[in-house]
């Protein structure tokens, strides 16, 4: 009797320990989630898409379809030890990789460094999210980064591949600023160039016209007055300048009213795409601080655009950034969250099917839809 109470007591002691070692392992686990900003909502099991790479971070993912092939010109994201800020000082990006996948959901490659900020005579910091065109044998890669004056300015590099090298010209383009390139060539062979980004994208300081350093930080302040919109410059021949002075980007409401500064769920932001479906012309956006993917539709490049919704809910992460590309009669959002970092600044980009409706409107999308709207 007293070998097996010994044996007993020996098994329920295992137990206990058992369970108090476990508990242990999920408190750290669950520690480790917090300090990361990760949480099990991040998996992807209730994920719509999984990213594309896994071995490098990527962000702000630009897509188009090249000689058959669908290639993406991301953003480059590292862990550069920088503390986080409202200006962005923690993306501190320093070259490109370009992929490119020969089908959705198909094998994507990865072609290495395309342009290095230290192949950019002028460039001081920060190379932040690209775009991409082609032009009469030439590709054209369009990139915002900040000068030697910390002011980001918009620079251009060539090549003859779509997967690069590129080679970036001396001097950035005369009359940019501000960040997020994102280039449209309409079907009369015309190029437009959409940029701008407020908060660290300093856009707000460039309300006169020249670069103030002392401007706000976030926007005009004016919240009762129409909200600081996009640009849009028409791109010359050679796509290497503007044609003409940068114009707003004109975003209205269904009344013809200008969205206000204080419309934080509706006002631009960041991260301008125009793509043109049934004639119409559809510009979408980041709304930055709420973290929406909304878009307008116009009846020209330059707008009025009307304020039509969100297309996308918010995903994981602070920022939200996008592109639209058409591929083999289907339409495709590539975007990007969190997943695999649950850090804002290590991001992965994805692709998901957009779907335009009969009245020409885009069916919301939701990035996690075990999660209801």
């Given at each position: 009797?007293?070998?097996?109470?010994?044996?007993?007591?020996?098994?329920?002691?295992?137990?206990?320990?058992?369970?108090?070692?476990?508990?242990?392992?999920?408190?750290?686990?669950?520690?480790?989630?917090?300090?990361?900003?990760?949480?099990?909502?991040?998996?992807?099991?209730?994920?719509?898409?999984?990213?594309?790479?896994?071995?490098?971070?990527?962000?702000?993912?630009?897509?188009?379809?090249f000689?058959?092939?669908?290639?993406?010109?991301?953003?480059?994201?590292?862990?550069?030890?920088?503390?986080?800020?409202d200006?962005?000082?923690?993306?501190?990006?320093?070259?490109?990789?370009?992929?490119?996948?020969?089908?959705?959901?198909?094998?994507?490659?990865?072609?290495?460094?395309?342009?290095?900020?230290?192949?950019?005579?002028?460039?001081?910091?920060?190379?932040?999210?690209?775009?991409?065109?082609?032009?009469?044998?030439?590709?054209?890669?369009?990139?915002?980064?900040?000068?030697?004056?910390?002011?980001?300015?918009?620079?251009?590099?060539?090549?003859?591949?779509?997967?690069?090298?590129?080679?970036?010209?001396?001097?950035?383009?005369?009359?940019?600023?501000s960040?997020?390139?994102?280039?449209?060539?309409?079907?009369?062979?015309?190029?437009?160039m959409?940029?701008?980004?407020?908060?660290?994208?300093?856009?707000?300081?460039?309300?006169?016209?020249?670069?103030?350093?002392?401007?706000?930080?976030?926007?005009?302040?004016?919240?009762?007055?129409?909200?600081?919109?996009?640009?849009?410059?028409?791109?010359?021949?050679?796509?290497?300048?503007?044609?003409?002075?940068a114009?707003?980007?004109?975003?209205?409401?269904?009344?013809?009213?200008?969205?206000?500064?204080?419309?934080?769920d509706?006002?631009?932001?960041?991260?301008?795409?125009?793509?043109?479906?049934?004639?119409?012309?559809?510009?979408?956006?980041?709304?930055?601080?709420?973290?929406?993917?909304?878009?307008?539709?116009?009846?020209?490049?330059?707008?009025?655009?009307?304020?039509?919704?969100?297309?996308?809910?918010?995903?994981?992460?602070?920022?939200?950034?996008?592109?639209?590309?058409?591929?083999?009669g289907?339409?495709?959002?590539?975007?990007?969250?969190?997943?695999?970092?649950?850090?804002?600044?290590?991001?992965?980009?994805?692709?998901?099917?957009?779907?335009?409706?009969?009245?020409?409107?885009?069916?919301?999308?939701n990035p996690?839809?075990?999660?209801?709207?």
């Open positions: 009797m007293i070998k097996h109470s010994k044996l007993r007591n020996v098994l329920f002691f295992l137990a206990v320990s058992g369970v108090f070692l476990q508990a242990c392992q999920s408190n750290k686990a669950k520690q480790e989630q917090s300090e990361t900003g990760a949480s099990d909502s991040t998996s992807s099991q209730e994920s719509l898409s999984k990213p594309l790479v896994s071995h490098i971070y990527t962000a702000d993912p630009s897509a188009h379809v000689n058959g092939k669908i290639y993406i010109y991301p953003s480059h994201d590292i862990d550069a030890g920088i503390k986080e800020d200006e962005g000082a923690h993306f501190a990006m320093r070259d490109y990789h370009i992929l490119s996948m020969d089908s959705i959901n198909g094998k994507v490659t990865d072609h290495g460094v395309g342009l290095d900020i230290k192949d950019i005579p002028w460039a001081g910091r920060q190379l932040w999210a690209p775009d991409a065109a082609y032009k009469n044998g030439t590709y054209y890669l369009y990139f915002p980064v900040k000068d030697k004056k910390d002011v980001f300015r918009m620079g251009v590099a060539t090549s003859k591949s779509p997967s690069g090298p590129f080679k970036a010209e001396p001097t950035p383009i005369e009359g940019s600023y960040i997020d390139p994102a280039v449209f060539t309409d079907t009369d062979g015309k190029t437009y959409y940029f701008g980004g407020i908060w660290g994208g300093q856009l707000q300081r460039w309300s006169s016209g020249k670069y103030d350093a002392n401007g706000s930080k976030t926007d005009l302040g004016k919240d009762k007055e129409p909200a600081l919109s996009a640009k849009v410059a028409r791109l010359s021949n050679d796509m290497l300048h503007f044609d003409e002075v114009k707003d980007v004109k975003i209205i409401d269904k009344e013809g009213k200008p969205l206000l500064t204080s419309d934080h509706r006002r631009f932001f960041e991260g301008s795409w125009m793509h043109k479906f049934n004639g119409k012309y559809y510009f979408s956006y980041s709304t930055g601080d709420t973290h929406f993917l909304a878009y307008a539709i116009g009846d020209s490049p330059y707008g009025p655009f009307t304020y039509q919704g969100n297309m996308m809910t918010p995903v994981k992460g602070w920022t939200t950034h996008h592109s639209i590309v058409e591929f083999k289907k339409w495709y959002i590539f975007y990007h969250d969190t997943e695999l970092s649950g850090k804002t600044h290590l991001r992965n980009v994805k692709v998901t099917e957009l779907t335009h409706n009969a009245d020409g409107t885009i069916a919301l999308i996690y839809p075990t999660k209801k709207l």
